[in-house]
C-alpha cells in the first residue's frame, strides 16, 4: 500500500512561514491540535519542521526569543539544547513521496528516529503528513 493509497496525502496540511514567531507557531499548533508544523518559505517549499519538542531546553531567559521568526528562534534553540544533529543548521524534515510504499515510510521514521514524515510533491511542497500514530490507526483499521 503507497502513502496516496493509504489516504495520507490532503490539501489542507496546516503550514508555517519562515516569516512567523515561534509563539504564533505555538499558537497555531494549540489551536490545529498538532505537535508539529511544517516550515516552508516564501514559494511554499518545505525547509524544517517545528515541533513541541524544540522546545526542550529553553529556559526562562529564553522566553523572549519566541518573538522571533520560527527559523530563528529554532537556530538559537539548538545552540542552547544541542541534540545529536547538526547545531549550526536547521534540521531537514524526512519526507516521502506520494507514491512510497508505507512499509518504506515505517522503516525510515523509525531509522531517522522522527514522529512525523511529510510527504511532499516533486517540488518539495507539503501534501501531506504521516505520523507514527495514523500508523498504528492504519493498522488497527486494517486487522479488526
Known amino acids: 500500500m ?4 493509504a489516504g495520507f496525502l490532503n490539501n489542507d496540511v496546516v503550514t ?8 504564533e507557531a505555538l499558537h497555531v499548533m494549540a489551536e490545529k491540535k498538532v505537535s508539529g508544523l ?3 518559505d516564501e514559494h511554499g517549499v518545505l525547509i524544517t519542521n517545528f ?3 524544540d522546545l526542550r531546553g529553553v529556559r526562562d531567559g529564553d522566553i523572549p526569543h519566541l518573538l ?3 527559523v530563528e528562534f529554532l ?8 541534540r545529536k544533529k547538526d547545531i549550526e543548521t536547521l534540521d531537514v524534515p524526512v519526507t516521502c513521496e506520494e507514491d512510497y510504499k ?5 522503516k525510515r521514521m523509525t531509522s531517522a ?5 511529510y510527504v511532499v510533491d516533486k517540488k518539495q511542497k507539503v501534501v501531506g503528513v504521516v505520523t507514527h500514530t495514523d500508523i498504528l490507526r492504519l493498522l488497527y483499521k486494517h486487522t479488526s
Open 68 to 70: 522571533l521568526p520560527v
Open 16 to 23: 508555517f512561514s519562515t516569516e512567523e514567531s515561534a509563539a
Open 113 to 117: 528516529k522522527v514522529h512525523r514524515m
Open 38 to 40: 511544517p516550515v516552508v
Open 102 to 106: 508505507m512499509s518504506s515510510v515505517l
Open 2 to 5: 503507497t502513502v496516496k493509497q
Open 75 to 82: 537556530k538559537l534553540e539548538h545552540l542552547h539544547a544541542p
Open 51 to 53: 515541533s513541541s519538542t
